[in-house]
């Protein structure tokens, strides 16, 4: 288990406490401090204090960013099986339990859960008996038919910390360096690989949303990482056109992540020329047949959608700027 951590002083030890709840000898911790300038270190110290445990490693570096930390995780450990946990979020008491008799099989190349953005809704077995526990769904993939992968890849669900990697199917893929949203950048490629896949329909992890959370704080730099992603996967197509369809699920996911974010952002879809000719190019890979019609149209004329939007929300800021004036 991979957990990068910066300036979580004040969620790590919950963190690690959850996880530790059902720990085995055969699970790896590898912690790496990216930088952090409060007491980050200092409470992880004072949790393995009390906290026995010969199956830890922690590093500490200057900050580099998450992608990097990650990186050098996936460098360190040693484990069949590589997971994630963001240090300010929470395991549930069942994680192991579930998850390592499945891993242990070694049948599957990713097992995928749930996460809930609402503790209550951890996945507790004693809690879940009567509704018959643990609900899970096995994929199997030939090497020339991908249909099944298509749920997967257009619910665009692309969160690392709810999937367990097989090592070999990671083998020397890694997170792309100094680009957040490192989750839709890495996570579709590896299932492109997988022979077998397990979906435990289970809340077994629990995000949490605070003030420092990416989706609390978008930077230009998050929109031009969602184009990056979108411009990785229309490079993939050209060099793998058999998986073509189900990429294009990815690619209108990229899209309507970075029109949301272009939109919270700055107001309105104000596309810069360079992520119009992203879109366009994605869209001369795509297998535009399976891309919902109104989204196509977005897609084809991003001048069309970049004007009027602008033009909605000039005509919000004289509204209010003139009716501000009015009341006050």
Same mark, same amino acid.
């Given at each position: 288990i991979i957990i990068p951590t910066y300036n979580d002083a004040e969620f790590i030890t919950d963190t690690l406490t959850s996880l530790h709840k059902s720990i085995t000898e055969d699970v790896e911790i590898i912690i790496i401090n990216d930088g952090s300038t409060d007491a980050t270190e200092e409470c992880?110290?004072?949790f393995y204090r009390d906290q026995k445990s010969s199956n830890v490693k922690y590093i500490s570096q200057e900050n580099k960013g998450v992608a990097i930390a990650r990186n050098v995780g996936l460098k360190l450990a040693t484990g069949k099986y590589i997971g994630f946990v963001d240090s300010d /979020?929470?395991?549930s008491p069942d994680y192991f339990p579930i998850l390592l008799p499945? *891993?242990?099989?070694?049948? @599957? /190349?990713?097992?995928? @859960?749930? *996460?809930t953005r609402d503790i209550n809704k951890l996945h507790l077995t004693s809690e879940n008996k009567e509704s018959g526990g643990v609900t899970e769904h096995e994929l199997v993939f030939s090497d020339d038919e991908f249909a099944p992968l298509a749920p997967i890849f257009r619910a665009?669900?692309?969160h690392i910390v709810t999937k367990i990697f097989h090592r070999d199917i990671i083998s020397d893929a890694r997170f792309e360096d100094h680009h957040r949203y490192e989750d839709m950048l890495f996570c579709p490629f590896q299932y492109f690989k997988c022979k077998k896949t397990l979906k435990i329909t289970s809340n077994l992890y629990y995000y949490r949303l605070n003030n420092k959370s990416i989706t609390e704080n978008i930077i230009e730099g998050d929109i031009e990482s969602i184009f990056f992603a979108m411009r990785k996967m229309s490079d993939f197509i050209k060099t793998n056109n058999d998986k073509r369809t189900v990429a294009t699920f990815m690619i209108v996911n990229c899209f309507m992540e970075g029109r949301k974010l272009l939109r919270k952002k700055k107001?309105?879809?104000?596309?810069?020329?360079?992520m119009i000719n992203d879109i366009k190019?994605?869209?001369?890979?795509? /297998?535009?047949?399976?891309?919902?019609?109104?989204?196509?149209?977005?897609?084809?004329?991003?001048y069309i959608d970049r004007y009027f939007s602008?033009?909605? @929300?000039?005509?919000?800021n004289i509204f209010d700027v003139f009716f501000g004036k009015r009341r006050n």
């Open positions: 992880i110290n004072i /979020d929470i395991v499945r *891993l242990r099989e070694e049948k @599957f /190349d990713i097992i995928d @859960f749930n *996460l665009g669900q692309w107001g309105y879809y104000c596309y810069k020329k360079n190019n994605a869209l001369a890979c795509c /297998d535009t047949s399976v891309i919902n019609k109104k989204i196509l149209y977005k897609m084809r004329y991003p602008a033009a909605k @929300f000039s005509a919000k």
